[in-house]
């Protein structure tokens, strides 16, 4: 079992940087590769990145692409999403989520455990 709590989020004008952080409990978190999801009212969660259980590879939506750096350090059970260069298209619920094996998708229902989120604006 992996519990999942993030923080981090906030407002921010265009243009602006936030750092995105979710802790895990449990001893198992090495094990997961880690996703982050946006959600916005009435859609359904989109993927905006991975990182593999040893966070040697990392992937990402192509909307965030050279904008957002995911990144996990196993020792603190802690996966973050650096986003710089926000815009308002940014703006939604962010989720962390603990994939089910090893090496990740972006496919929502592959995640098995998922944190409360957290909200991002970006105003313009």
């Known amino acids: 079992q992996v519990q999942l709590v993030e923080s981090g989020g906030g407002l921010v004008q265009t243009g602006g940087s936030l750092r995105l952080s979710c802790t895990a409990s449990?001893?198992?978190?090495?094990?997961?590769?880690m996703g982050w999801f946006r959600q916005v009212a009435g859609k359904e969660r989109a993927y905006v990145a991975s990182?593999?259980?040893?966070?040697?590879?990392?992937d990402y939506a192509d909307s965030v692409v050279g904008r957002f750096t995911i990144s996990r350090d196993n020792a603190k059970n802690t996966v973050y999403l650096q986003m710089s260069s926000l815009t308002p298209a940014d703006t939604g619920v962010y989720y962390c989520?603990?994939?089910?094996?090893?090496?990740?998708?972006?496919?929502?229902?592959?995640?098995?455990?998922w944190g409360q989120g957290t909200q991002v604006t970006v105003s313009s």
């Open positions: 449990g001893s198992a978190f090495s094990m997961h590769a």
């Open positions: 989520a603990a994939h089910r094996g090893s090496y990740g998708s972006s496919w929502y229902d592959e995640y098995q455990y």
């Open positions: 990182i593999i259980y040893s966070g040697s590879r990392t």
